[in-house]
């Protein structure tokens, strides 16, 4: 059973940095087609990034120029660096394989920014 799991969330200052973490387990293939996504409270769930065959990239404006996303295909694991943090990042936050068939989703790491 493909299982995505993330880590790296915390808490942190307004204008510190993070890196989160998903990597995939139980797949017979390695993802190429990857996302991430957030949600704060009384939101709905948004798209952050993503990353194709690992060099098609996109971000949301929202967030470009202060988050990179990256992949490990040894290690079928998908990073967000997130730089120069604002209380308005505040969300949790979830991965996304993209495949033909099916979307697998991880199961959410929580990010907060505040002093």
């Known amino acids: 059973q493909v299982q995505l799991v993330e880590s790296g969330g915390g808490l942190v200052q307004p204008g510190g940095s993070l890196r989160l973490s998903c990597a995939a387990s139980?797949?017979?293939?390695?993802?190429?087609?990857w996302g991430w996504y957030r949600q704060a409270p009384g939101n709905e769930r948004e798209w952050v990034a993503n990353?194709?065959?690992?060099?098609?990239?996109q971000y949301a404006d929202s967030v470009k120029g202060r988050f990179t996303i990256s992949t490990d295909n040894a290690r079928n694991t998908v990073f967000l660096q997130m730089n120069s943090l604002k209380p308005e990042d505040t969300a949790v936050y979830y991965c996304?394989?993209?495949?033909?068939?099916?979307?697998?989703w991880g199961q959410g790491t929580q990010v907060t920014v505040s002093s």
């Open positions: 996304k394989a993209h495949t033909l068939v099916y979307d697998y």
């Open positions: 990353i194709q065959g690992g060099n098609v990239i």
């Open positions: 139980g797949s017979i293939f390695n993802f190429n087609d």
